[in-house]
C-alpha cells in the first residue's frame, strides 16, 4: 500500500504570491494533519481534518487555509507569501479522530521556499 | 498547554556506545508520548509511544523509552549504536483525551554516529 503522498516535493515562490500544497493520505484513513517545520525546529501543528470538517487549528494566521476532499485527501493554501513562511510543510494521516495514541503516519513533505 | 524539552540540540556517540536523547514534558493532563525519527529528506516516523500502558516502551529499531512521572521525562534509549541512527530525533506530547493528531514537538535532537 502507497504511504502519505505529497506533491509537489519542492516548490519556490517569491513573497506576495498564493501557493497550494496537495496530500493523498493512507487507503482508508479519514483524518489529515498538516505541519510547518522550519529549519532547526520541530513540525508545528497547523490543521487538522477529518470527515471534510475542520477538527484543530494551530496558531497560524488567517493566510493559511485548507481543506479536505470526499476522498480524504486535503489541500493547504498559504496567501500571501512571506519570507519567513519557508519551511518543510508535512501532511500526516491517520485512522480516526480521538483515538489516543492512535499512530501518525507522515509524508515525505513539500519544500517550500519563498525568495 | 502541553510542552516538551529536548536537552542537547546535537549528540554524538560512537559506534556501539549507548544512545541517550533526553526528553521532559509538561502537561496538566496525562500525556501520551511520543519519540520520532526524521532521517535527511524524509518526513517523521514513529519510533515508540507512551499511552500509559506500561512505563517502559519498546521501539522499533531497538529503541526504548522509559515514562518517569517524578521526573517529568520520557528519555529515549540504545544499548548499541548503529551507523544508520544518524538521524534528527523528536520528542512529541499530546493530551491522552484528543489524540495524536495535534501534536506538539520539540526542538529535536541531531544524532551523530563516530565510526
Known amino acids: 500500500d502507497a504511504g502519505v503522498t505529497q506533491s509537489p516535493t519542492h516548490l519556490i515562490k517569491t513573497r506576495g504570491q498564493q501557493v497550494t500544497l496537495r496530500c493523498s493520505p493512507i487507503?482508508?484513513?479519514?483524518?489529515v494533519s498538516w505541519y510547518q517545520q522550519v529549519l532547526g525546529q520541530g513540525p508545528q501543528f497547523i490543521f487538522q481534518?477529518?470527515?471534510?470538517?475542520?477538527?484543530g487549528r494551530g496558531n497560524f494566521p488567517d493566510r493559511f487555509s485548507a481543506r479536505q476532499f470526499p476522498n480524504y485527501s486535503s489541500e493547504l493554501n498559504v496567501n500571501a507569501l512571506l519570507l519567513g513562511d519557508s519551511a518543510l510543510y508535512l501532511c500526516?494521516?491517520?485512522?480516526?479522530?480521538?483515538?489516543?495514541?492512535?499512530?501518525?503516519?507522515f509524508g515525505s513533505g513539500t519544500q517550500l521556499s519563498v525568495l | 498547554a502541553q510542552s516538551v524539552t529536548q536537552l542537547g540540540s546535537h549528540v554524538s556517540v560512537s559506534e556501539g556506545a549507548l544512545v541517550l536523547l533526553r526528553c521532559n514534558y509538561s502537561?496538566?493532563?496525562?500525556?501520551?508520548l511520543f519519540w520520532y525519527v526524521q532521517y535527511p529528506n524524509q518526513g517523521l516516523q514513529l519510533l515508540l509511544k507512551?499511552?500509559?500502558?506500561?512505563?517502559l516502551v519498546k521501539g522499533i529499531n531497538g529503541f526504548e523509552a522509559e515514562f518517569k512521572k517524578s521526573e517529568t521525562s520520557f528519555h529515549l534509549t540504545k544499548p548499541s549504536a548503529h551507523m544508520s541512527d544518524a538521524a534528527e530525533y523528536f520528542c512529541?506530547?499530546?493530551?491522552?483525551?484528543?489524540?495524536?493528531?495535534?501534536?506538539?514537538f520539540g526542538t529535536g535532537t541531531r544524532l551523530t554516529i563516530i565510526p
Open positions: 502537561s496538566s493532563v496525562p500525556p501520551y
Open positions: 481534518y477529518y470527515e471534510k470538517e475542520e477538527r
Open positions: 500526516a494521516s491517520s485512522l480516526a479522530l480521538d483515538r489516543g495514541g492512535e499512530k501518525l503516519f
Open positions: 487507503s482508508g484513513h479519514k483524518s
Open positions: 512529541a506530547v499530546t493530551k491522552s483525551n484528543f489524540g495524536n493528531e495535534k501534536l506538539t
Open positions: 507512551y499511552t500509559s500502558a506500561a512505563t
